[in-house]
């Protein structure tokens, strides 16, 4: 039987992907404790950062095991792996691929070799200059693939992990100090070896990773919420620049970089969970308030707002109480649906199969509605929503936005439609609304919705809206998730011939379309 291949295909429109994170990073140092299920609750507590694959990587000091596969949290693992993961370490990994294909050979955590014994390691984010990276692995160790490159891994994090692993004369730690002003882009990494554990965030802090305590340890985790989940409590966070180091010794913190924050506001808009806290903001009340901004930029006479669950379910709260406009669920959800490996033939799209959203007739028809989301992207969904509430009665559909029209795509770890794909370009919000069939679109502005993160703008990362890019990029040639992918780079072929080399487009195209 085929391994499944990871792609969710269970939304509204089969095949239509909206914005999709890179991964979850998780670890804990937590002697006496069961770190690999702790682990696991932490992934699971994070599977909406990425669906393709997981992993988790224990220590017992002497040794070091990593168990990952492609598919959800709860499908890669069960009792009898998670009990042969033992130790008092446990870094774990969610993936969505923003740079090297999904596929069971870049799922994380990746493997090398150390002076002292192995490393593994999983990362959040996209860095820009990995072929520079790649560069400075073949400068420093030949051509021939090494560890993970060898075995046929495509992606970003493999490059890390061979330059972390590569230097013999030196302590891990003290080659993360050398490697990590190396890094340029987002990154948020759990590390360890078969005694310490580490995490490190770009010093541009565009991703989130938190710092909690157990009891009897520690914990880092993208988000505040897979903290609540195994019981511990927030410290900090990590901050941008900042190595931290777990060991027998306790906790240290290092700075290998000076902090310039400009932390991703799409966090905010979608990509965490609304029981997260980013910067002492919650998530919830932060969309919430953009309902409100919404509301009071772009009023309409209607009967209902009903939210797309579930990414817009706090904005739409928001819009109804600043509209004094009742708010009603007019759309289910399938809570059940999970994944689905089955493609519906083209005659049962025909058909309109809705796995995911359903409208409820007698909620909805004859009502005017204010139908509120997060983002929109190409534009395929709103447009199957939009008729989708017609065919069910609705009398007006007005589709409000909670985050300024998407222009460009983001380098920093989010895979978003190239620039020619998305639907905002060239196109007024009046056009995009025609072109979905609402009666009326309205986005929220940039400021309104920075307003609601109660952020400083000069601290956020808004390129996704404004094309402003906070780190610089390289040239397109030299971007693209297929990047490791390219026979032209000076790595040569993997080993065992596990990926084919392939000419990648990826990102590297989405700058070429104006």
């Known amino acids: 039987m085929a391994r499944p291949d990871g792609r969710l295909t269970h939304d509204l429109l089969p095949g239509e992907k909206g914005p999709q994170d890179a991964c979850g990073v998780f670890g804990v140092w937590a002697p ?14 994070l599977q909406h950062r990425g669906q393709e694959s997981a992993g988790i990587a224990t220590s017992n000091g002497e040794q070091l095991l990593v168990y990952k596969d492609m598919g959800l949290v709860s499908q890669v693992f069960d009792e009898t792996a998670l009990n042969a993961l033992t130790g008092h370490i446990a870094i774990g990994h969610t993936r969505y691929s923003t740079t090297g294909a999904s596929t069971w050979e870049n799922a994380q955590p990746t493997l090398g070799p150390t002076a002292g014994g192995t490393i593994a390691l999983g990362h959040n984010g996209n860095l820009t200059n990995t072929a520079e990276l790649i560069d400075l692995v073949a400068e420093r160790y030949g051509s021939r693939r090494r560890g993970e490159l060898a075995r046929g891994t495509t992606t970003d994090t493999a490059v890390v992990t061979a330059l972390l692993a590569g230097d013999p004369d030196h302590t891990l730690e003290a080659t993360a100090l050398e490697v990590l002003p190396r890094l340029r882009g987002a990154f948020c990494l759990v590390f360890m ?18 710092l909690g305590r157990l009891e009897r340890g520690w914990v880092v ?36 970089a000076p902090a310039t924050p400009t932390g991703c506001v799409f966090e905010y808009v979608y ?4 029981d997260t806290t980013i910067a002492g903001r919650s998530v919830h009340a932060a969309r919430v308030e953009m309902g409100r901004v919404l509301a009071r930029e772009h009023p309409v006479e209607a009967d209902l707002v009903i939210p797309v669950p579930e990414s817009g ?15 009603a669920q007019g759309l289910t959800k399938n809570a059940y649906v999970g994944r689905t490996f ?30 509120v989301d997060d983002s929109i992207v190409r534009g395929n969904t709103q447009r199957a929503l939009v008729r989708m509430l017609r065919e069910a009665g609705a009398a007006e559909v007005h589709v409000r936005i909670s985050s300024p029209p998407v222009q460009w795509p983001c380098f920093y770890g989010i895979d978003f439609a190239s620039r020619a794909e998305l639907i905002a370009p060239g196109l007024t919000p009046e056009e995009v609304g025609r072109s979905i ?11 309104g919705m920075v307003g609601a993160t109660e952020q400083p703008a000069s601290q956020l990362c808004a390129a996704c809206f404004t094309g402003r890019y906070p780190i610089d990029l390289p040239p397109a040639d030299r971007l693209g998730k297929n990047l490791l992918e390219q026979s032209e780079l000076p790595l040569g072929a993997p080993e065992d011939g596990l990926a084919t080399l392939l000419g990648g487009v990826g990102g590297a195209s989405a700058l070429d379309h104006p």
């Open 271 to 274: 990509l965490a969970r609304p």
């Open 437 to 447: 069939g609402a009666d009326s679109l309205g986005y929220i502005t940039l400021a």
């Open 193 to 210: 070896d078969e005694h310490t554990l580490y995490a490190a965030r770009d010093p541009h802090g565009v991703r989130p990773l938190v």
């Open 313 to 327: 379910t706090p904005a739409a709260i928001g819009y109804a109480a600043e509209s004094g406009i009742r708010y």
């Open 342 to 371: 089955i493609q519906p033939s083209q005659t049962l799209r025909q058909l309109g199969i809705r796995l995911k959203l359903n409208p409820l007739r007698e909620v909805i028809r004859g009502q005017r509605l204010v139908v």
């Open 32 to 45: 006496g404790e069961e770190v690999a299920k702790l682990t696991y609750f932490g992934l699971y507590a």
């Open 221 to 256: 985790a993208s988000e505040t919420a897979a903290l609540d989940i195994v019981g511990a409590s927030l410290v900090r966070e990590v901050e941008p620049g900042e190595l931290i180091t777990i060991d027998a010794d306790g906790l240290r913190s290092q700075h290998f």
